[in-house]
């Protein structure tokens, strides 16, 4: 039993070293390698070397090409969008200031013999005013008529009218 474990061993490396061994004997020449053949001639018996170019097949490159870790997906790339410049108009809009609606409500007036006094209500206040008066440093009365009052607005001094009574 002994002499069949020790030829199985053999036939085994046997069989490694001649796999081992075989791809150099079936590789063929790189470019540019020349094979020097001898010939012996009959009529000279002389040894002369005789040279053969052999031409091998270019070896294809088969080292990858692109990133072989780029992200890929089956959605479609996203389209980006067109931008359409407008011209931008550098003019700024100016607003004209102008002056708060009037607060106060006509209620009445008393004319005394030498002053004409006025009733004006906002909200819940009620104030008597003359000619020349200043309403909440906001409003300065410039007038009274038979038919209107004439206020300014400070902050802004614009002029305002508020109707005061009838021509009749």
């Known amino acids: 039993m002994n002499t069949k ?3 199985g061993w053999v ?4 069989v490694a070293a001649a796999l081992a061994w075989l791809p150099e004997f079936l590789q063929q020449p790189e470019d540019g390698e020349l094979n020097v053949a001898t010939v012996a001639t009959p009529a000279k018996s002389k040894k002369t070397a005789v040279t053969a170019s052999v031409k091998a097949a270019p070896i294809k490159d088969l080292s990858p090409s692109g990133d072989l870790f780029a992200a890929r997906s ?3 790339a996203p389209q980006l969008a067109s931008v359409t410049e407008q ?4 003019t700024p809009v100016v607003q004209i200031p102008s002056a708060p609606p ?16 006025v009733f ?13 008066d200043v309403i909440d440093d906001t409003w300065r009365i410039e007038g009274i ?14 002029a305002q009218t508020l109707s005061v009574g009838s021509t009749q």
């Open 11 to 14: 036939a085994f490396f046997g």
């Open 102 to 117: 009037m607060p106060f409500q006509f209620v009445g007036k008393l004319h005394d013999r030498s002053d004409l006094q």
């Open 5 to 7: 474990r020790v030829a």
């Open 74 to 76: 089956w959605k479609a």
């Open 120 to 132: 004006l209500q906002s909200g819940e206040k009620i104030y008597v005013v003359r000619k020349g």
């Open 87 to 90: 011209p931008v108009n550098l």
């Open 145 to 158: 008529s038979e038919v209107e009052l004439s206020l300014v607005y400070l902050p802004l001094h614009l």
